[in-house]
């Protein structure tokens, strides 16, 4: 089976910065596309940012996180990451980390096989 855990949530002012980190356990991670999505209340999930399987030489992004945020793999560790910078208030949400059979990019939700449980995020003014 394949888990995935989503660490590095917690409160920060605006303007601030946070890593999210997503420990995958199971088989082929190297070769499955990652995504972050996003729930913020009151709201539908959303994506945020996907990287492509293998050496993860594609990702893509949601416009509103684009030149903010970063994702990056380590396959070494099974790992993803999420990099955030300049936060905002709507930034606010619970981050999901996902995972697809496939290493081809995805933004849309029902394309991802694997959820984690959500680490939450809250950005202060």
């Known amino acids: 089976q394949v888990q995935l855990v989503e660490s590095g949530g917690g409160l920060v002012q605006a303007g601030g910065s946070l890593v999210l980190s997503c420990t995958v356990s199971g088989r082929a991670f190297n070769a499955r596309a990652m995504g972050w999505f996003r729930q913020g209340p009151g709201k539908e999930r959303e994506f945020v940012a996907a990287i492509s399987g293998w050496v993860g030489f594609v990702t893509t992004y949601a416009d509103s996180v684009e030149g903010r945020f970063t994702i990056s793999r380590d396959n070494t560790k099974s790992t993803l990451f999420l990099q955030m910078k300049n936060l905002v208030p709507e930034d606010t949400a619970v981050y999901y980390c996902?995972?697809?059979?496939?290493?081809?990019?995805?933004?849309?939700?029902?394309?991802?096989?694997?959820w984690g449980r959500g680490a939450q995020v809250t950005v202060s003014s």
């Open positions: 996902s995972g697809r059979k496939s290493p081809e990019v995805s933004s849309e939700t029902y394309e991802y096989d694997y």
